[in-house]
């Protein structure tokens, strides 16, 4: 029995129907699609226009006019000048603090040898002092850096800041060694003014340099007051010098430009393909980053990316410690967002830095307070309350536990100390087995009298008049 083909009008139809059916899908997947990379798209800038209305840049342009220029005189101009007045290949052979020179402690009288060339380094250096001092009358700085080329900007003059406070504390060393310890106590607010000539500048690489500026100029002030040789006015000064400093501040700049240079990244396609993850293994081309972007991939990882930040910011406007471990280990992240996953930067040891920065600096001023109590009543305080309220308004919290500083007195001297980042009380333990300071099992500490002796001999006839 033979088949007959079906009516050719039937057949047609069929032909039709099939191919309307399948018109009709691919536009409705076209829309779907479409409508899919328009929601990604719109989320994304809505997140942007988010960190806009709430008054923070977002692009690097914007960055850069965030971080403003003052409006009189810029500290950052003499910093520079003095900067160039340094010499450029300085003879630091036996000169401790800018070379490695074994067996000197802070505190120690200065051999006659190197007291010298202490001395010749130093005049080298004077002009670049000079500057220096003058540039700490000035509060406003920026430094010339074009904050406009995201993770390529230049930043020339972050070791010369490190190399400047250097110099000072070696100064500082020089004034003690004369039994000019106010005189040296000056040369600590000079270094602190070059610290903080970086904490407008919106960058985390320059926050963490500012950080290791202040630390610098905290244990030089913590050996000085320990001398029990400074003016009430000295001291003074130096808790003045020491209170605005505002490190949360610095921490959420420091966030916001790390915000702001990640989307710059997203935003320059030829960045993320040939300078950002060229020669990493699975890294993406151009080509890749392409159909990344064409799916609407990127701008969802875009938007991950933004939130993470936005998180971290957050965080930073009340920190606590220890950081929360989803910030920490990025595991909020989606997996499907690589480039995230790939550019969060790893920031706990950056808040870790930020916190013992703080906790330095709040012992620093509990124990300038219990030197004025010691000068005023010829004793160390029994305990931290009895500074306030004429010492200090209130006791300094320490801020790996969120409760009062640890405060020790014993027949030789006082120490006052936060438990540092383990929040393990260590009896105020400050070097580690290896020496190290900020080590397993060691406290952040200020110590006065027979403590302060364990880590900076003095010599006899010095220890006779504290």
């Not at 036996?94 to 380094?121: C, H, N, W």
């Not at 630390?215 to 002030?221: D, T």
């Not at 030789?412 to 300071?437: E, F, H, K, M």
Request: hydrophobic fraction near 40%.
């Amino acid at each position: 029995m033979s088949h007959r083909a079906p009516p050719p009008d039937t057949a047609r139809s069929r032909k039709v129907f099939w191919i309307k059916l399948l018109s009709a899908m691919a536009l409705s997947l076209l829309a779907v699609f479409a409508l899919y990379r328009f929601v990604a798209y719109r989320a994304m800038n809505q997140r942007v226009q988010a960190v806009r209305d709430a008054g923070y840049p977002i692009d690097l342009a914007e960055l850069d006019a965030w971080y403003e220029m003052p409006e009189g005189k810029n500290a950052a101009d003499i910093y520079l000048r003095a900067f160039a007045a340094s010499p450029t290949d300085p003879d630091t052979e036996g000169i401790p603090v800018v070379s490695t020179v074994f067996g000197y402690k802070l505190g120690q009288t200065l051999e006659p040898d190197m007291a010298e060339r202490i001395e010749a380094y130093l005049a080298d250096h004077a002009e670049a002092i000079a500057l220096l001092e003058e540039a700490a009358s000035i509060e406003g700085s920026r430094f010339p850096t074009d904050l406009t080329q995201g993770i390529s900007a230049f930043l020339p003059s972050l070791g010369p800041l490190r190399r400047a406070a250097r110099v000072l504390k070696l100064q500082s060393i020089l004034d003690a060694d004369r039994g000019d310890y106010d005189l040296a106590a000056t040369r600590c607010l000079t270094t602190i003014a070059l610290a903080r000539s970086l904490e407008d500048e919106p960058i985390l690489i320059s926050s963490l340099v500012n950080i290791s500026i202040q630390v610098m100029a905290y244990q030089q002030i913590e050996w000085l007051v320990a001398t029990g040789k400074l003016e009430d006015e000295t001291l003074r000064k130096l808790a003045r010098a020491i209170e605005p400093i505002d490190l949360d501040r610095m921490a959420l700049r420091a966030m916001v430009g790390e915000r702001c240079m990640g989307h710059g990244i997203f935003s320059n396609s030829d960045m993320l393909a040939d300078g950002f993850f060229s020669g990493g293994g699975g890294g993406l081309n151009k080509l890749g980053i392409a159909g990344y972007r064409t799916i609407g991939l990127l701008d969802i990882d875009h938007s991950s990316y933004l939130d993470t930040m936005q998180a971290h910011i957050d965080f930073v406007k009340h920190p606590t410690w220890p950081m929360p471990k989803d910030l920490d280990d990025g595991e909020n992240i989606p997996r499907i967002c690589i480039v995230s996953r790939m550019m969060i930067p790893a920031l706990s040891s950056a808040y870790e830095a930020f916190s013992r920065c703080k906790a330095k600096r709040r012992v620093t001023l509990a124990g300038i307070a219990a030197e004025r109590y010691r000068q005023k009543h010829g004793q160390l305080p029994t305990q931290l309350t009895d500074l306030v309220p004429d010492f200090i308004e209130q006791i300094p919290q320490d801020p790996f536990t969120a409760q009062p500083l640890q405060y020790r007195l014993e027949d030789t001297g006082a120490i006052i100390y936060s438990l540092g980042a383990d929040a393990v009380d260590d009896n105020g333990a400050q070097l580690g087995d290896a020496g190290r300071d900020y080590a397993e099992h060691t406290d952040i500490t200020f110590t006065f009298g027979g403590l302060q002796e364990l880590l900076w001999p003095q010599p006899q006839e010095e220890e006779e008049d504290w």
